[in-house]
T-cell receptor, first 114, second 114 residues
């Protein structure tokens, strides 16, 4: 079975500051890794994904994440945040099997203050 | 329509009543997933269809829950004899055949059981 731990439940930052949202996972098999964002009263939107290859992946809205296999981590970063980045962020994994379910972490609420 | 749609968006019901939710996936997506998200938590997998076949069910899906996808297009999730613990956001996602599992989510149906 897979599990995901998001190390911070809430991250408050000021506008234009850098931010890192931390994610660690556990799995006995190889996995795909995802970050989703959820705005209030909306569904989840994919930010970025790691499938294979380069460990640094770039996503939408200026976000990027780095896969670290030895530390089983997939931390999300943005060099300069905006008020509009305020949302809940979820890290997720799935095994490399066609049609596999996503296993989510508990989420990190990012709040960007002016 | 380019996204996953869900109906209704909100449902308030009394304990003991039956409720049914509908999900319309992205056209041509052959995989459809249901997840449940309670307040402050990440989504949890409920069940998965490939075309009309229900291939996987979580232990969270008690015998009061039933899901169908009769023609391999839209899907319904029914909860019988609702309990207050069923109050949650029910999310539907779909994905295309492919070697990884990027899932596209609908806006969700928020269920409140009084």
């Amino acid at each position: 079975a897979q599990s995901v731990t998001q190390l911070d439940s809430q991250v408050p930052v000021f506008e234009e500051a850098p931010v890192e949202l931390r994610c660690n996972y556990s799995s006995s098999v190889s996995v795909y890794l995802f970050w989703y964002v959820q705005y209030p009263n909306q569904g989840l939107q994919l930010l970025l994904k790691y499938l294979s290859g380069s460990t640094l992946v770039k996503g939408i809205n200026g976000f990027e994440a780095e896969f670290n296999k030895s530390q089983t981590s997939f931390h999300l970063r943005k060099p300069s945040v905006h008020i509009s980045d305020t949302a809940e962020y979820f890290c997720a994994v799935s095994v490399k099997t066609s049609g596999s379910r996503l296993t989510f972490g508990e989420g990190t609420q990012l709040t960007v203050n002016p | 329509d380019t996204g996953v749609s869900q109906d209704p968006r909100h449902k308030i019901t009394k304990r003991g009543q039956n409720v049914t939710f509908r999900c319309d996936p992205i056209s041509e997506h052959n995989r459809l997933y249901w997840y449940r998200q309670t307040l402050g938590q990440g989504p949890e997998f409920l069940t998965y269809f490939q075309n009309e076949a229900q291939l996987e069910k979580s232990r969270l899906l008690s015998d009061r829950f039933s899901a169908e996808r009769p023609k391999g297009s839209f899907s319904t999730l029914e909860i019988q004899r609702t309990e207050q613990g069923d109050s949650a956001m029910y999310l539907c996602a779909s994905s295309d055949r492919g070697y990884y599992n990027e899932q596209f989510f609908g806006p969700g149906t928020r269920l409140t059981v009084l």
